[in-house]
């Protein structure tokens, strides 16, 4: 038995057998020719099929992955049509008298290097598409065909590396999960993965002889146990039964409407606090992301975050949930969300400290920071933004004034965005009793029953002595979220629940009953939840 490590891109346990995949080595041989017009035609020939099978792809992967995510077919078709590459390679078909094998090898080489050498990640990533549509059109014009559906029975696939177009033409029926050597989290391949539900792992030292051998892919934990013992495989086994148990549950309620015996639907969304849970939304049929705590974007830095790598975590979130609604949440750092670079002080009692929009309307270029990159990537999804632990008309008023001064900077910067909702969650007792003003300001209402519970009964929610009468069904919270749903609807703003208390399936009753619009629960919640409103009376 032996162990191995990587990065887990999707969790989930899965056993089953190693396929290698060893990518098809398209020899190219430089051949001087003697007809150039038929060179050239054979070409052109070769890149009309080429673009065939991309629409085919997109087709596939639309129906397979969302719109969004099957854009990057569109991307490759594009590549295909640009006028540099086109050029080059006609160059070298009738400048060198070249075979267009050779001529799409070279250029496809050279535009590679030259993406990966850009300054812009965006088109740096470009590389690995080139490449892709370079190997495309080789293999058309020598004939050959793909082999990477290979394999009869279910597999776990193992290959140095995957391209978007390897992965969405895999026939899922075959595939328990895929492990590769490279590829980041952020890839294609990667958010594709995400979007099919397979465990998968990057990152890992894989092996050729792995072909064939027994293997456990345990998504959890990001690893690889190559020809367990005995005893490893039934702990394992144990798993998969669990999990399978979970998803026959969610096979059930997959696609089932979150909606009432007497017909009230309402929104069941997910709690994220990074972008690899976002594969666990999916699995859980969440129909969006209504609190997504950008602070851990934060926290797992040495220094802020800029707002490129903000864009690309934002923009990439968005994209994975193909135009479902995707609230994030402002920086809601401070109290026990420390990070050493932002140098707060000591504070006797930080949970009513230096914390959250407090912050961020104190250091205002952090706060814009971030909504510079939330902005920008409402343009790839549909991004709504919420800041935390609102007491005051007044900071409000202060966060819509900053969010037009942004607006305005991108505008002026010729950077597209959308016109994105603009919400608060309500998490102080103060809120909660002046939400029939907020709402006149605001296009939603989050309540945070976490930290509303903390405030409204004086409880330290850290503190593990005050667990037993840390009470979120007492009557005072309940009080305030009714009057919360009140408030809101009468100023026309929607009304949701993203604390602990939403997934609570003893209370989602009363809260459809207090006219409750959106419960945002941790994933695996989600299906539980639908369970309890599928049961409930909305009346
Ligand atoms: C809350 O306070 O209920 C909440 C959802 O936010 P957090 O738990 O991150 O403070
Ligand atoms: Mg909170």
């Known amino acids: 038995m032996e162990i191995f490590e990587g990065k887990s891109i999707y969790k989930g ?29 054979r070409f052109e020939a070769a890149r009309a099929v080429a673009q065939e099978q991309l629409q085919a792809l997109y087709d596939k992967a639309v129906i397979e992955v969302g719109e969004t995510n099957a854009m990057i077919f569109e991307v490759h078709s594009m590549l295909l049509e640009d006028e540099d590459y086109n050029d080059s390679i006609l160059n070298i078909i009738t400048g060198e008298e070249m075979n267009a094998e050779y001529a799409v090898a070279t250029t496809g080489d050279n535009f590679s290097v030259m993406f990966s050498q850009m300054e812009d990640e965006y088109f740096r990533a470009r590389s690995a598409d080139i490449k892709d549509i ?25 290959a140095e590396d995957l391209a978007p177009s390897e992965t969405v033409q895999l026939d899922k029926s075959k595939l328990l999960s895929f492990v590769t050597k490279y590829g980041s989290s952020n890839s294609h391949t990667a958010i594709l993965a995400r979007t099919m539900n397979l465990p998968s792992l990057i990152g890992v030292e894989i092996n050729e002889k792995w072909n064939g051998k027994q293997a456990i892919i345990d998504g959890n934990e990001g690893k690889i146990i190559i020809e367990p013992d005995e005893e ?9 039964t669990k999990e399978s148990e979970r998803k026959e549950l969610l096979k059930n309620l997959k696609g089932q409407p979150n909606t009432t015996k007497d017909g009230k639907t309402i929104q069941l969304f997910a709690n994220i606090g990074n972008v690899s849970d976002v594969a666990n939304v999916l699995a859980n049929d969440a129909g969006g992301i209504g609190l997504f705590r950008s602070e851990f974007l934060y926290l797992e830095k040495n220094d802020y975050p800029t707002e490129e790598e903000q864009f690309q975590v934002y923009k ?31 504070e006797e009692n930080p949970a009513m400290g230096y914390r959250a929009v407090r912050i961020c309307l104190d250091r205002v270029e952090v706060f814009k920071t971030q909504l510079r990159a939330l902005f920008r990537a409402s343009a790839y999804g549909n991004i709504s933004i919420m800041v935390p632990m ?69 409880i330290d929610r850290q503190n593990p002595k005050l667990d037993k009468i840390y009470d979120a069904h007492h009557e005072a919270i309940l009080r305030m979220i009714k009057m919360v749903i009140e408030n809101g609807h009468s100023g026309g703003c929607w009304v949701g629940i993203c604390g602990e208390l939403g997934a609570d399936t003893a209370l989602t009753e009363t809260f459809i009953q207090m006219g409750i619009d959106e419960l945002s629960v941790s994933p695996s919640f989600v299906l539980p939840v639908r369970k309890a409103i599928r049961e409930a009376t909305g009346k």
Do not use: C, H, W
């Open 13 to 41: 346990t899965v056993i089953g057998k190693i396929f290698y995949y060893t990518k098809g080595q398209n020899q190219v041989k430089r051949e001087r020719i003697t007809d150039v017009q038929a060179e050239i035609a």
């Open 134 to 158: 370079s190997e495309r059109l080789i293999r058309v014009l020598q004939n050959a065909g793909n082999d990477i559906n290979l394999f009869t029975e279910p597999v776990i696939l193992v």
């Open 232 to 240: 490893t495989l039934s702990f394992y086994q144990a798993i998969v």
């Open 316 to 346: 990439t979130v968005a994209q994975n949930m193909a135009g479902k609604k995707v609230v994030i949440r402002t920086l809601d750092i401070g109290a026990d969300k420390q990070a050493s670079y932002f140098q707060l002080d000591q």
């Open 390 to 458: 609102i007491i005051s008309l007044k900071e409000v008023l202060e966060v819509k004034r900053i969010v037009a001064e942004v607006k305005e900077e991108l505008r002026a910067d010729g950077i597209a965005f959308k016109d994105v909702e603009l919400g608060i969650m309500i998490e102080t007792p103060a809120a909660v009793m002046i939400s029939d003003i907020l709402a006149k300001e605001v296009d939603f209402f989050s309540i945070g029953t976490n930290d509303l519970t903390q405030y409204t009964l004086a």
